[in-house]
């Protein structure tokens, strides 16, 4: 004979002693949607309930899902007619005084879930180098130009190029880039507007997308999106193009590409100075002020740390930077005086240095 099962006070009030028993799961796509509001999803989420409960389609009034969601009716119907419009839901009417019927649409149908997804994802490859405090602003800010312009988020392309067009429309807003038209990501229905460019300005981004796509090295336009954070909060990647683009004004020329490997060589740098950013920072700008050749520039390993630090305390560069020069003998001191003889010997003698 089984023994009887012991059911907990929290799971008797939740299934069987409570008026709004049970509970309901509201897909993590929906409860993250960017560009749905937080009410929206839970008038939503309160739908979802009584069509769970109802089977597939539930019909709840307009006073019921304003007490369960604590305002108003008016609020209500502006919140249902959001996730219409959006696609979350249809509402059949079924004339005055009688609730509406309201049809859940499956997730993958949903056209502004695929774009938050895809929203996310962008943002998710930039937050090891951006961090999520800089990124919620410059979200915030794409959005709102958005709205302003009539470009409907739910309209946007979601392809492969869409998604490399707001990865890069993201990373232009964090380094405080402004927004314009032409760099919002392809929309179905919003036409962007045809811009003319400079045929100078043509040329010379011709020439930096070739360098780029060719040669392969960092482009003459400085990455400082450094300058955003400050410098207590930097990590290796603002460590490393900070260091970019100090070479940048040195030289006068981009820093060779090897990505891989420069992070590497920053990393043990960062590790060695066990957090002191500003430490490192100010070691970077020395490296430019005791006058390392080229190649020493292009791999700066923290071997040279203790060579940078003799220099901050002493101003004395390494030793086999110091060029040894003979000392150059007062050229008086080799002329023969007025009404002096001297045999050649003695004037090579002293033409050489030598007192005998």
Not at 80 to 101: A, C, T, Y
Not at 152 to 165: F, I, P, Y
Not at 234 to 258: C, M, S, T, V
Request: charged share 25%; net charge positive.
């Amino acid at each position: 004979m089984c023994d009887r099962v012991i059911v907990s006070d929290e799971k008797q009030f939740m299934f069987r002693d409570a008026f709004n028993r049970g509970y309901v799961q509201t897909p993590n796509m929906v409860e993250n949607c960017i560009g749905l509001s937080n009410d929206a999803k839970t008038v939503y989420s309160n739908i979802l309930n009584h069509i769970y409960e109802k089977g597939d389609y539930a019909f709840p009034s307009i006073y019921r899902l304003a007490i369960s969601c604590s305002c108003s009716t008016n609020s209500v119907s502006n919140y249902v007619n959001e996730l219409v419009e959006k696609g979350f839901i249809s509402k059949e009417s079924r004339g005055r005084g009688r609730s509406n019927h309201y049809r859940v649409k499956d997730v993958n149908k949903v056209t502004l879930l695929q774009v938050s997804e895809m929203f996310w994802k962008c943002m998710s490859q930039l937050v090891n180098l951006y961090g999520w405090k800089n990124i919620l602003p410059a979200k915030d800010k794409i959005l709102k130009y958005m709205k302003n312009i009539g470009y409907e988020l739910k309209d946007m392309e979601t392809d492969n190029t869409a998604a490399t067009e707001l990865t890069e429309l993201l990373k232009h807003v964090l380094v405080g880039g402004t927004i314009k038209v032409g760099l919002l990501p392809r929309n179905t229905k919003f036409e962007k507007p045809v811009e003319h460019v400079p045929k100078v300005v043509e040329q010379q981004q011709s020439i930096m997308q070739s360098i780029k796509h060719n040669i392969k090295i960092v482009g003459n336009v400085k990455n400082d999106h450094w300058s955003l954070l400050h410098v207590d909060e930097w990590k290796i990647e603002q460590f490393r193009d900070y260091y970019y683009d100090k070479y940048l004004d040195a030289i006068g020329q981009p820093h060779p590409l090897n990505m891989k490997k420069h992070t590497g060589i920053m990393h043990r740098i960062v590790k060695t100075m066990e957090g002191k950013n500003e430490l490192l920072k100010s070691y970077i700008d020395t490296v430019f002020e005791i006058g390392y050749d080229n190649m020493t520039l292009d791999y700066l390993s923290a071997h040279r740390l203790e060579e940078i630090q003799t220099f901050l305390v002493s101003g004395k560069k390494p030793f086999y930077m110091e060029k040894k020069y003979p000392k150059v003998r007062d050229v008086e001191s080799v002329l023969i005086q007025t009404g002096e003889i001297m045999s050649s010997s003695e004037m090579l003698k002293r033409m050489l240095g030598s007192d005998n």
